[in-house]
């Protein structure tokens, strides 16, 4: 069976988190995206999901995740509510699971969760019938955006085998860099990763991934370079002396990006902060696959969202 599945959930499927799929299950992934985007550029499959009702239940900001969640759930006739969390009654003071029960009551049948708190899909999932989907908790997980951005890497480098991919920046706040790092290493990568030592502890001697103490060591030669915002909401500016300083010994730029193999694309989440982690002329430059991720984002979810609910 494709996704986590939690037995005392019962039927409903869930994604919440990478750990537990097989490299056959990513693949699978993404090649139902392509058929997604397919469809999806077709018109196709407009009613594949008419039967079920998305709800978004984002607690934490969101632009790209939430808006192509809304658009893939619709894509395939969905209905959709959004919990708009700031004009519910989770202002009143009401808990997570008191809002999801309510959600699914009222007939929600699939939740998009994003929560500050790491753990809250899996407490979503325990508690509720609904099929749960994380859409980023905490510093844990971040399943959908590890599914897309090996979805873009696949499409740019062809198969991760023995490939190196550099993620460098504020890795230990990331739930980005966490998710990716279980599907690359899955899907055959070497992961290095960099930044400066307060960011990269503890992710010594995990199989697949190799810690580098300076830039020029965490790029060199890689084949593909993902950077990362710094998580300043998760106290992250704790780790170094400023950003400036930061941005000295760790911003990424056309320059630096040489020590790369050649032509070697850059990759980040979004929100960049542009002159920090990295140049706008990077960002924005032919080395940039930071458009193809949001991209992909859209055809990436309409996969989950069909998977988890059986559809696909
Ligand atoms: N959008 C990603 C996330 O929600 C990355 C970031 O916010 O830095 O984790």
């Avoid at 905490?138 to 399943?143: D, Q, V």
């Avoid at 460098?168 to 860099?177: C, K, M, Q, T």
Wanted: aromatic share 2%; hydrophobic share 45%; glycine share 12%.
């Amino acid at each position: 069976m494709i996704l986590d599945t939690l037995p005392a959930a019962g039927e409903r499927r869930h994604l919440l988190d990478v750990d537990r799929l097989e490299r056959a299950e990513i693949e699978r992934i993404c090649d139902v995206a392509v058929e997604m985007r397919e469809a999806r550029a077709a018109r196709a499959y407009r009613s594949l999901l008419e039967s079920e009702t998305v709800g978004l239940a984002f607690y934490e900001g969101s632009t790209r995740t939430r808006v192509s969640f809304e658009l893939a759930a619709k894509a395939l006739g969905a209905t959709v509510v959004d919990l708009g969390v700031a004009g519910s009654s989770v202002g009143k003071g009401e808990s997570l699971v008191d809002t999801l029960r309510t959600l699914e009551r009222t007939g929600v049948t699939t939740v998009v969760l994003r929560h500050a708190a790491s753990g809250a899909p899996y407490l979503a999932a325990r508690t509720t019938g609904l099929a749960v989907v994380n859409a980023g908790d905490g510093m844990h997980a971040h399943p959908t955006q590890a599914l897309l951005d090996a979805l873009t890497l696949r499409e740019a480098l062809g198969a991760l085998d023995g490939r190196t991919i550099a993620i460098v920046g504020d890795v230990g706040h990331s739930r980005v860099a966490r998710s990716n790092l279980g599907t690359l290493v899955r899907l055959g990568a070497r992961v290095r990763i960099g930044g400066p030592p307060a960011w990269v502890r503890g992710f010594e001697g995990r199989p697949g991934v190799s810690v580098a103490t300076s830039l020029a060591e965490a790029l060199d030669g890689a084949d593909a370079v993902m950077t990362l915002r710094v998580q300043l909401e998760r106290a992250a500016g704790g780790g170094v002396p400023s950003l400036r300083e930061y941005t000295r010994r760790w911003g990424l730029d056309e320059d630096r990006m040489r020590l790369a193999a050649p032509g070697a694309p850059i990759l980040h989440p979004g929100p960049t902060n542009e002159g920090v982690e990295l140049s706008a002329e990077l960002a924005n430059g032919p080395r940039s696959l930071i458009g193809r991720q949001v991209e992909n984002g859209v055809p990436v979810r309409m996969a989950i969202l069909a998977l988890v609910t059986g559809a696909a």
